[in-house]
């Protein structure tokens, strides 16, 4: 007899199973999403769960942390070596923690912080006035140029702008990042405007982590003062945030993070985050992080010649923006997101930036090509999958063609599935033997 009371919890497994099944037999383009590997899965699960750690290794606040610590400094030397930086703290739960970490650590409540407008590609946590960050630091926002222009340079982060802002309000923090920004973010310019304005400058490299650990973007470490980000994007991490810091700030960053905003640090969390940075520092990662930026630019070529409007015109990373008003005006971006998940290729609708229409209904869709790109989906399946969405939008109305498009999409979905084996049973390992 196990050991285990409800070890058989079939209710529950059987619920997972499903979620597993719809990760194999559908399409992943959400720009925040990708696969973990089974040794991520694996270690997110495992016995560390069981441990109390609140402290940080060899200064914890309970006994039996010999092993823990070990786990958190390997985590910790990891994610420095990986991305070449000072300090880092692996503690985070998520990204919003990173970044409210981050802002503990440097500011008062009260300071100014400058960052991206959310409707052009910003975060909840970068001033969102339904989020805490804007109930304590006032927030000012910086947007992009041209909104809803093709001209040469459009929709790209109006640097020009950002400076007269940065004189006009004199920040103590200038934030980077976006979470649907379709270029690259230049660290360079930042750190410019902040030395010229005397504020301290945090990256939030919560998208492209994975592209700058991959070497196809460039690192903020060691321009910003602070780099947050989430582990679960392009790095192909368990969900996760990490906080890297210079020096000078590291026990301030510490200290925010604990006792400042959490309790106990979710040390089975933080293994995986060291298995992910182990994988993300082969030479293979670097590959994928390539093929990422290609499929997502196969992907926009073949959607734009079809006659969908890219924000920017492009990419430079792992996202797309698609403007719909023009492909067809009554076409929202909720109605685009629901038709493609009807036939399994499941994304989020987006505001972009000029959009007039609300962030729950939008005029934009985000695609991303991490997800697919770890299944092995190269340019074939991107020009594939962009023919299938435009003909899907198109053809809304007609069940029996939607019907056909979901069976193309069941057919890749099949020829690229994230899951085998034992993971595709209830996607965690050894559950069947309880
Ligand atoms: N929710 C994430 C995204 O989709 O970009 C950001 O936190």
Redesign the pocket.
Known sequence: MSRWPDSNDSELFSIISKEVARQNTSLQF???ENFASPTVLALASSVLTNKYSEGYPSKRYYGGNQVVDQVEVLAQERARSLFGAQHANVQPHS?ANANMGAYLALLEPGDTVMAMRLDQGG?LTHGSPVNASSKMYRFVAYGVRDAGKSTEGAERIDFDELRAIAKAERPKLIVAGA?AYPRIIDPKPFREIADEVGALFMFDA??VAGLIAGGVHPSPVGIADVVTFTTHKTLRGPRSGVILAKQEYAQAVDKAIFPGLQGGPLEHIIAAKAAAFREASAPEFASYAQSVVENARSLGLALAERGLRLVSGGTDNHLLLVDLRDFDSELTGKQAQETLEAIGIVCNRNQIPGDERSAFVTSGLRLGTAAETTCGMGKDEMTQVADIIVRALKERGRADELEKLGKLVSDLARMFQPYSGELAKFGAFGIDSL
């Open positions: 959400i720009a925040s990204g975060h979470t919560a998208h």
